[in-house]
């Protein structure tokens, strides 16, 4: 079980007062509904120290306040694609809080922001240009009612576009054109004309 918040001074004096009224530390816990460790060791430590506030809490206290994580995470809203040394000087500009991009990406993570890396993207080269053009001609060549009427309509020019291939102004998707061969050889040129 987690460590919950700690007593108020006023809950503290309260159980001090219980005790000095002669209750015992079961009636006080059922009373005040804390646990009775809790009150025991309240009346433990007033009992040896004379104290009911609780003592400063050794560490270093956080370097950014709640305003400060609400200036973070507006920032790091506006600036979701921005990298960590970007947003770190906006949110010195922003809150005038010197921090360092570690401090910042430390905050960013508890606040649920992550960082993501981008989809590998390859670049289309001869090796992998026939795979997607084979698949951006599957994409075109599907047959839609707007399709089937403009095919025919019959007003064909005779040119390229006739050949299954949609305008290009019109596709969504772009047209990758890569020739299967660079020159044919002589030896196919000789055979084509004869």
């Not at 804390?34 to 009150?39: C, E």
């Not at 400060?68 to 960590?84: F, G, K």
């Not at 649920?112 to 084979?134: M, S, V, W």
């Not at 576009?161 to 030896?187: H, I, K, L």
């Amino acid at each position: 079980m987690g460590r919950t918040e700690e007593l108020s001074d006023f809950q503290r004096g309260t159980v001090i007062g219980c005790h000095l009224s002669k209750k015992s530390v079961r009636e006080i816990s059922a009373m005040l509904d804390l646990p009775r460790s809790t009150v025991s060791a309240v009346i433990v430590k007033w009992k040896r120290l004379g104290a009911t506030t609780a003592l400063p809490r050794s560490g270093r206290p956080h370097k950014l306040s709640e305003r400060d994580l609400t200036v973070l995470e507006r920032v790091a809203n506006e600036n979701r694609l921005s990298p960590v040394a970007a947003l770190t000087t906006e949110f010195r500009n922003a809150s005038g809080s010197n921090v360092s991009p570690r401090t910042v990406r430390r905050e960013l993570h508890g606040m649920g922001f992550r960082g993501q890396a981008a989809a590998h993207k390859p670049k289309i080269i001869r090796r992998n240009a026939k795979p997607a053009l084979k698949l951006s001609s599957k994409k075109q060549n599907k047959t839609t009612p707007d399709t089937i009427s403009d095919n025919k309509g019959g007003t064909s020019s005779g040119g390229e576009e006739d050949r299954g291939q949609t305008d290009a102004s019109t596709s969504s998707e772009p047209v990758v054109q890569v020739p299967d061969r660079e020159d044919p050889s002589p030896s196919q040129s000789n055979e084509a004309q004869s």
